[in-house]
């Protein structure tokens, strides 16, 4: 379910802007009100309304600097009653790439968003109240490095590390912490695939 409870399985109906120029990108969206049911529950969810706006700057050619927040002014509708609340996310990320080394680092702050596993925990139906009551941060990394291969229709392989943690600070009591490494290939045609083992 969790890829429901920020609406995003939902968003059909937005209105969206960009601006690109050679410093700076801009995007904004306002979401309009749409519902999803949340997969494996008898909650429904439904956002009232939503707004979008991230930044890329490009610092220089090979280096930017992204920054994105998302608000959702939502409700959870269970049998007996509707639940609203609001929901943020917050996050930034700096990335690096000169054609043959890629980094990526980033964190981002999730408020009633992520679900509360406590209450799955629980014998009684899943509570509107609860299940998103909420608050977390994260962390990642990615390090990668671009093979050109350009030639028996392998453009390129790239192998990489990468790493993320989660942890609740409100809501309920969980941290994850993952690492691994992977490879992705890109062959001509559009096809493609990645491996990765965590």
Do not use: C
């Not at 909650?43 to 994105?68: C, M, P, V």
């Not at 927040?69 to 269970?78: F, G, R, T």
């Not at 990489?160 to 062959?187: H, P």
Request: net charge negative; aromatic share 16%; no cysteine.
């Amino acid at each position: 379910p969790v890829a429901y409870t920020d609406g995003t399985q939902a968003a059909q109906k937005t209105l969206r802007y960009e601006h690109k120029s050679d410093k700076l990108d801009i995007y904004a969206s306002y979401l309009m009100k749409d519902s999803a049911p949340v997969v494996d529950t008898q909650l429904q969810y439904e956002r009232k309304s939503g707004a979008e706006f991230a930044i890329d700057l490009h610092l220089n050619k090979n280096l930017s600097w992204a920054t994105s927040w998302k608000y959702n002014d939502a409700s959870l509708q269970d049998t007996q009653s509707a639940h609203d609340f609001k929901q943020e996310i917050l996050a930034s990320s700096l990335f690096y790439f000169d054609g043959q080394w890629m980094f990526g680092l980033g964190a981002g702050w999730f408020k009633n968003l992520l679900p509360n596993f406590d209450s799955y925990g629980d014998s009684t139906p899943l509570q509107a109240q609860t299940l998103l009551n909420t608050e977390a941060y994260g962390i990642e990394f990615y390090a990668g490095q671009h093979f050109k291969i350009e030639q028996y229709g392998i453009q390129f392989i790239q192998p990489y590390i990468m790493g993320n943690q989660l942890e609740y600070t409100s809501g309920t009591e969980f941290k994850r912490r993952d690492l691994g490494v992977g490879v992705a290939a890109r062959f001509n045609h559009g096809i493609g695939f990645d491996y990765e083992r965590l």
